[in-house]
């Protein structure tokens, strides 16, 4: 059933099925289709939906010197160690704690299998996933809250280390922005680890960490391994992003399904499978919300023919629920 949900996820009928020779390694841009242009849409939506609900984790009374960190372009100056340049000739920003940070780090899921667009959807699952994202990052930012991201596959990542300040939210579109959809977690187990490890050292007790994926085609262990994340007081939330074709399987009759990840291909009647694919599909979901609750997370569900704005607001929710 795993290699059936493989290629029956992103599969397109026999008759429209073209010959590739493009592989998930080689990379696969953005279909941005309807969604584009990313910054604008990221602000209307993050202004439509919520501001200011708490203070900044840098302000108050209890902050505390927590250690340096090099400097990266868009990092706030009001933070940054002049005595570190003068002395040891290196660019350094002051980092501070206190009891609770509210920072947001977003953990994008870039592999291969997010660049599917079926014929009537807006948007490629990354383009969605990259809007909402960004308008959280919006929200947390107009809270004075910094934001860090960090990616499973793709190519041309770039990680940033949480930040704030009048230039993190471009950092943090830009790198959206660049993705290219590429790479197949499953068959690199290490994938979920080199995505995960740097949040893990970096984010502090009270952080929210927000995983957007379509959960299709990751490590058996890739659950395991974000759950994980939620300790010393951390908030977890996945979104899940489908394609509406995916969510209904509406094709008919005898197809040929390719997996956009590895080289799996299956022909069926698509009649016959529609039960037990959408059964599988609830499986997904019910794991990952039933073990995400018992952590006091949250699990989001959405496909890309829904209004992001609703998305954005289902996370919001979500992450006034999660206990820490």
């Known amino acids: 059933m795993r290699e059936l949900l493989r ?7 026999m008759a429209d099925l073209r010959p590739s020779t493009k592989s998930a390694s080689d990379g696969i841009p953005i279909d941005w289709g309807s969604i584009g242009p990313l ?22 009374a ?40 509210r920072a947001l780090w977003l953990c994008v899921d870039a592999t291969a299998s997010m660049a599917y667009r079926s014929a009537k959807a807006p948007a490629a699952k990354l383009a969605y996933g990259a809007l909402v994202g ?12 910094p934001v860090g991201l960090g990616w499973v596959g793709g190519r041309g990542a ?12 471009d950092r943090v579109v830009g790198a959206l922005e660049s993705i290219t959809a590429a790479g197949d977690a499953k068959a690199e187990e ?20 927000v995983f957007i994926s379509d959960l299709v085609d990751l490590p058996e262990q890739a659950l395991q391994a974000f759950t ?46 529609r039960a037990t694919y959408q059964a599988r599909l609830h499986a997904i979901a019910d794991r990952y919300a039933e073990e995400l609750t018992r ?30």
């Open 39 to 60: 910054r604008l849409r990221a602000r209307h939506l993050a202004d439509g939906v919520y501001a200011g609900a708490h203070r900044s984790a840098r302000k108050g």
């Open 158 to 169: 770039m990680a940033l280390p949480a930040m704030g300040g009048g230039e993190a939210f």
């Open 228 to 273: 994980a994340l939620g300790t010393n007081g951390r908030k977890l939330v996945v979104v899940r992003v489908l394609d509406p074709m995916e969510v209904s399987f509406g094709f008919t009759g005898n197809v040929r399904l390719r997996a956009m990840e590895g080289n799996a291909v299956v022909e069926t009647n698509a009649d016959e499978v």
């Open 7 to 13: 290629g029956i996820s992103h599969a397109e009928q």
């Open 134 to 145: 960004a308008a959280l990052a919006r929200v947390a930012l107009s809270s004075g809250d």
């Open 295 to 324: 952590r006091g997370g949250r699990f989001v569900d959405t496909s890309t023919d829904k209004p992001a704005d609703e998305a954005v607001r289902a996370v919001v929710r979500a992450v006034s629920e999660a206990r820490a």
């Open 62 to 101: 209890g902050v505390e010197f927590g250690g340096h960190r090099p400097y990266v372009p868009g990092d706030d100056l009001r933070f940054f160690d002049r005595r570190a340049l003068l002395r040891h000739d290196r660019m350094m920003i002051r980092e501070f704690e206190t009891e609770t940070d």
């Open 190 to 209: 290490a994938a979920m680890e080199r995505a995960l490890s740097p949040i893990a050292r970096r984010a502090k007790r009270g952080s929210i960490i």
